[in-house]
């Protein structure tokens, strides 16, 4: 894809556009998030503004989010948040469809990691993985992420499983 795409982290004011991403990914993937399309819609601004702020909270909290160049849309979205002493939370992982296999989520990864052992001081990445995405555990494989064995019942269907991957972040 010879578009351009930034990636940076997100601000309150980026509110409107972390909305429409989070509508975006809801309906895309309505498995691979802890969330419902409804009940997204329902969010008010104010719940929008607060978790855009909280992607620039400092060495606690980060979200990233990739804009094309030419029109400023979010192509894609992930956070991160530090769950634990040294271990900190990949969530919200999200590419659209057209961006897909390009490099640009292994380029988020990338910041979202170093954003986590350098500023938060973790020493392990860890993510959820619903247990039918093949493709997104693939790609965490790749990039070194490694299944613990650990898993969750899904919030949404407790009869299926997210399972937990972890990436070590030194050496």
Known sequence: ?????????VAEVD???????????LADMPSAYLE???SAEERTEDEWR??????SAGDTDLA?????????????????????PGRAHLV??????AHRGSGLAARMVDEVRR?????????????????HNHRARAFYRRLGFAETGESLPYELNPEELDLEMDLCLVD
């Open 36 to 38: 419902t399309l409804v």
């Open 64 to 84: 990233v989010a990739a804009a094309a160049a030419d029109t400023g849309r979010w192509v894609a979205y992930m956070a991160c948040f530090v769950d634990g």
């Open 92 to 97: 919200s992982v999200y590419v659209a469809p």
């Open 50 to 55: 607060f978790r855009a702020a909280r992607g």
């Open 1 to 9: 894809m010879s578009e351009r795409i930034s990636v940076r982290r």
């Open 115 to 131: 954003w986590a052992r350098d500023d938060a001081g973790a020493r392990t990445l860890h993510l959820y993985v619903h247990e």
């Open 15 to 25: 509110w409107p556009r972390l909305r429409a991403v989070r509508l975006e990914m």
